[in-house]
């Protein structure tokens, strides 16, 4: 009788795991709590599945993993996942760095993952949460309990997911599952998410989306910075610049740290040039209402909020402001500093940080406690940026649990010389 694997979770991680364990010639059983499996990839890159990124490197990453995530990526990297969904049919679209299927549609990517499982032979249970998990020390197999049934196999991978976007399956049941055999959880917090925040002018500018850089400092101490495309709404900060910062404000607010942002609407300014231009543009348009004289700067509601918070009419003309409030307007445009009181719910995260601590899973994604059980995916703790990341870290942690889970050995040999020879995923600038 071949080895029997089987695959907690039908996400993007529990496929590719169950596709790549298939092709090494075991029979593979994949139990997935919703009516269908890849549901989430349905909603990843806004419907159009930015599914990978040309620039990756562990600096993408957040988590306690940093070597098995290069370990995985060494073994099923970028090119490697190019190289599968070509395989399947898929044409790939890159732009300024992010890979998405041509066809604009995250359908087309799980299309062609439903059809390369029932190509492979994979044994799919929709509608089926697992109950339980067990190991016989005596028999060297796992027991899987589920609706009052019971499968029994040679190896178990859990690509459960986190706790984000719960409607999708994600509700930190796998966490559950990992607890069962000792594993230590780190703390969920939702990442990708917006961050809401104090004040109560954000209902006047909200709905505006521009572009601008968000200073994060937690404590006083400045902790990252993030560019793009922020999105305003009235309860705070979304977006992608939001999203990149969320998991670090999430724990530093956990700790209760006070947690700041400090927004610049001039993100190619500094507070020199800034002055220039003010100045350049009073001695053209002095005789303006400031609500004339700023226009065309940013966004109309934008400008509306920062002559409010610094004190100045906009019926006022241009030359009768005084220095101090253009400075303090000037000030405003560079850095409106807002409290972050909390961010958005698992419900409204794109992903969860925290999860199984990494450093009790081998290099093979193997758990440390239990010889045979593996993880996949956003149950471990590791999460990505925006831009294909995290589903990269699904594709890579998959491939290699379900190769190593069917006993390629093979395969591991070959990710234990890249890993030698220093053959890991170069790091590349952010696009």
């Known amino acids: 009788m071949s080895r029997q694997v089987a695959v907690i979770g039908g996400g993007a991680a529990g496929m590719m795991a169950a596709i790549q364990a298939a092709g090494a010639g075991v029979a593979v059983t994949i139990y997935e709590k919703n009516d269908r499996v890849g549901k989430k990839i349905l909603s990843t890159g806004n419907g159009r599945c930015n599914f990978s990124n040309e620039a990756m490197g562990a600096e993408f990453y957040h988590g306690s993993g940093t070597v098995l995530l290069g370990n995985a990526l060494s073994a099923?990297?970028?090119?490697?996942?190019?190289?599968?969904?070509?395989s399947l049919g898929m044409r790939i679209r890159e732009r300024d760095g992010y890979l998405y299927p041509a066809t604009d549609q995250a359908s087309t990517v799980l299309d062609l993952l439903r059809y390369?499982?029932?190509?492979?032979?994979?044994?799919v249970h929709t509608g089926e949460a697992v109950q339980a998990i067990s190991f016989d020390q005596?028999?060297?197999k796992f027991f899987i309990q589920c609706h009052g049934t019971e499968g029994i196999y040679d190896a178990a991978v859990l690509c459960c997911g986190g706790k984000a976007a719960p409607n999708t399956g994600s509700d930190g049941d796998g966490f559950r599952l990992a607890k069962r055999f000792g594993h230590r959880i780190v703390r969920p917090v939702p990442a990708l998410a917006a961050l809401c925040c104090k004040e109560s002018f954000y209902k006047q500018v909200a709905g505006v989306r521009c572009d601008a850089a968000l200073t994060l400092r937690i404590a006083g101490r400045t902790v990252c910075r993030e560019r793009g495309e922020l999105q305003l709404t009235d309860y705070g900060l979304s977006g992608i610049p939001a999203f990149q910062i969320c998991r670090t404000a999430a724990y530093a607010l956990l700790e209760k740290k006070p947690v700041m942002v400090c927004v610049s609407f001039l993100p190619d300014f500094d507070e020199m040039s800034c002055a220039s231009f003010f100045s350049e543009r009073l001695s053209g348009h002095g005789e303006d209402e400031m609500e004339l004289f700023l226009t065309g700067i940013v966004n109309?509601?934008?400008?509306?909020?920062?002559?409010?918070?610094?004190?100045?009419?906009?019926?006022?003309?241009?030359?009768?402001?005084?220095?101090?409030?253009?400075?303090?307007?000037q000030?405003?445009?560079l850095g409106l500093e807002t409290v972050v009181t909390g961010t958005n719910g698992f419900d409204r995260a794109q992903v969860c940080a925290g999860g199984v601590d990494c450093g009790e899973v081998t290099e093979h994604l193997m758990s440390k406690?239990?010889?045979?059980l593996f993880f996949a995916g956003e149950i471990l703790d590791i999460d990505g940026l925006c831009g294909g990341y995290n589903l990269q870290w699904a594709w890579s942690s998959g491939a290699v649990a379900g190769r190593v889970a069917a006993g390629d050995k093979a395969f591991a040999s070959v990710r234990m010389q890249n890993r030698e020879s220093g053959k890991t995923a170069a790091p590349k600038q952010r696009a």
């Open 76 to 86: 099923f990297g970028v090119a490697q996942t190019k190289a599968f969904f070509s």
């Open 116 to 123: 390369e499982l029932d190509r492979r032979r994979v044994t």
């Open 138 to 140: 005596d028999r060297k």
């Open 300 to 329: 109309k509601k934008i400008s509306r909020l920062l002559l409010k918070l610094s004190g100045i009419r906009e019926t006022q003309r241009a030359k009768d402001v005084s220095a101090e409030a253009f400075h303090r307007l």
């Open 331 to 333: 000030a405003l445009y």
């Open 369 to 372: 406690k239990q010889t045979g």
